[in-house]
C-alpha cells in the first residue's frame, strides 16, 4: 500500500511561532513581543464582547454586514468591495489559495513578514524574496525580480519587523511597473500609526484598478489581537473571488461585535496613536545613547541591532531581558540575527524594559 503523504510544499513550511507569552518561574512578565495593544481593547468593545458572550450558540452573520458597512463609511469607499476574514492573516492565504499554486512565484521584499513564504507554500507556490535597501521596501529589486512565473507581490507597508516603509509615489511605481496579471497585495497592518503625508495605506491602488489589493487588522491599534479580526479592500471582482473561497462564517459574532465598538472609539485610537508616537520615538533615542542602531520605526515596534561581540549580542540581550521577566522578539527568522524587535508597551513598561537595556549594555 501507499504512503499518505502531503501535497509538495506543505512539509517545506517552517510553522510560525508567535511572540511568547509566559517565562518558567517569573509570575510578572513584560510582554513586548508581539506588537499588541498596550491598552488592551477599546472598553466600547470589552462591554460590547460581555454581552455579545451571552448569544454564542447562535451563527454569527457570514457576510459581516454591519462591520463592513462601518468600515465603508469610516472610509468613504463601497462595502461591497471590503471582505472581513479571522484576521488579515487568513485573507493572505485566501489571495494565494486564489491566485497562486504550483509553478508560480510569490514575491515579497527580503525581511518581510514570514506569513508570506508561509501562505506561497501551503498553495504549492515558491516564495522569492527581493533584496531590500536600507531595511527598507525596494521597488527596482522586487520589480527586477519578477518573472513569467511571479503571480503575487507582497508588500508590508509598513513593514514588519522593520517599521519602514516607502511612499504613495513609490507604491504607485510599483503598480505601474508590474504586469496587469500580477496581484499587488498591499498589506497595511499598521496603518493607522502611520502620520507621514506621503503614505496612502492602499486605498488608491485598490480603489482604482484590478489587481490590487490592501490588507488591514483589528490586532494593533485596536488592541483585538485574540478575537482574530482582519479585512480586506480591493476591487469588486476580487472581492465575489475571497468570497467565494473564504469559510462561510469565517468571524465570529465577538469579533464583528468588537470590531464594529473598536471603531466609533475614536477618543481610544487617538489616545493610542499619541502614546505610540511618544514613546516609540523615546525608546529609539534611549537605545541610540546606549549605542545601538535603530530603524526610524513607523509602526508600534523598534528594531534594535545590537553589536556583533559575543558579550553584548542579540542573543545574551535577549536572555538579559528575559532574566528579568521582559520577552522581547529575537529576529533571525527574518534574516535580522543581530537585531531584537521591542513592542512599545506602556510607560512603565517602556522605562523598566529600557533600565534593563541599560544595565545590559554597561556589564
Not at 518558567?24 to 513581543?33: E, N, P, T
Not at 506621503?198 to 484590478?210: R, V
Request: charged residues 25%; glycine residues 8%.
Amino acid at each position: 500500500m501507499g504512503q499518505l503523504t502531503p501535497r509538495p510544499g506543505i512539509m517545506d513550511i517552517t510553522p510560525y511561532k508567535g511572540g511568547e507569552s509566559a517565562l518558567k518561574g517569573v509570575d510578572r512578565i513584560i510582554k513586548l513581543s508581539s506588537n499588541e495593544g498596550p491598552f488592551g481593547p477599546s472598553p466600547r468593545a470589552v462591554e460590547v464582547m460581555k454581552k455579545t458572550s451571552e448569544i454564542q450558540h447562535r451563527y454569527p452573520d457570514g457576510g459581516a454586514t454591519r462591520l463592513r458597512k462601518k468600515l465603508a463609511e469610516k472610509h468613504n469607499v463601497d462595502a461591497d468591495q471590503i471582505v472581513c476574514g479571522a484576521g488579515s492573516d487568513e485573507l493572505l492565504g485566501l489571495l494565494c489559495r486564489a491566485y497562486a499554486g504550483p509553478g508560480d512565484e510569490v514575491l515579497y521584499s527580503d525581511h518581510g513578514f514570514l506569513m508570506y513564504p508561509i501562505a506561497a507554500k501551503s498553495v504549492g507556490a515558491t516564495p522569492v524574496t527581493a533584496m531590500e535597501k536600507d531595511l527598507t521596501t525596494d521597488v527596482d529589486a522586487l520589480l527586477a525580480a519578477t518573472t513569467d512565473k511571479t503571480k503575487i507581490v507582497f508588500v508590508a507597508n509598513p513593514n514588519n519587523p522593520t517599521g519602514t516603509y516607502i511612499s504613495r509615489t513609490e507604491m504607485k511605481r510599483l503598480r505601474d511597473g508590474l504586469r496587469d496579471d500580477i496581484l499587488l497585495v498591499i498589506d497595511a497592518a499598521y496603518a493607522e500609526f502611520m502620520t507621514q503625508d506621503d503614505y496612502d495605506a492602499g486605498f488608491e491602488l485598490a480603489g482604482s484598478t484590478n489587481n490590487t489589493v490592501m490588507t488591514r487588522t483589528f490586532s494593533k491599534m485596536y488592541g483585538l489581537g485574540g478575537v482574530r479580526l482582519g479585512w480586506s479592500y480591493s476591487c469588486a471582482e476580487i472581492a465575489d473571488v475571497l468570497n467565494r473561497a473564504r469559510n462561510p462564517f469565517n468571524v465570529t459574532s465577538l469579533a464583528l461585535a468588537a470590531g464594529e465598538a473598536a471603531l466609533d472609539d475614536d477618543a481610544f485610537v487617538a489616545m493610542t496613536r499619541a502614546h505610540n508616537t511618544k514613546w516609540l520615538r523615546w525608546t529609539e533615542e534611549e537605545c541610540r545613547k546606549l549605542g545601538l542602531e535603530t530603524t526610524t520605526s513607523h509602526a508600534n515596534f523598534a528594531l534594535v541591532r545590537f553589536p556583533h561581540d559575543t558579550k553584548h549580542s542579540s542573543t545574551n540581550a535577549d536572555a538579559f531581558l528575559r532574566n528579568k521577566g521582559i520577552i522581547v522578539r529575537a529576529m533571525a527568522s527574518y534574516g535580522l540575527g543581530d537585531c531584537l524587535r521591542i513592542s512599545i508597551g506602556t510607560e512603565e513598561e517602556m522605562t523598566t524594559l529600557m533600565a534593563a537595556l541599560k544595565e545590559f549594555m554597561e556589564q
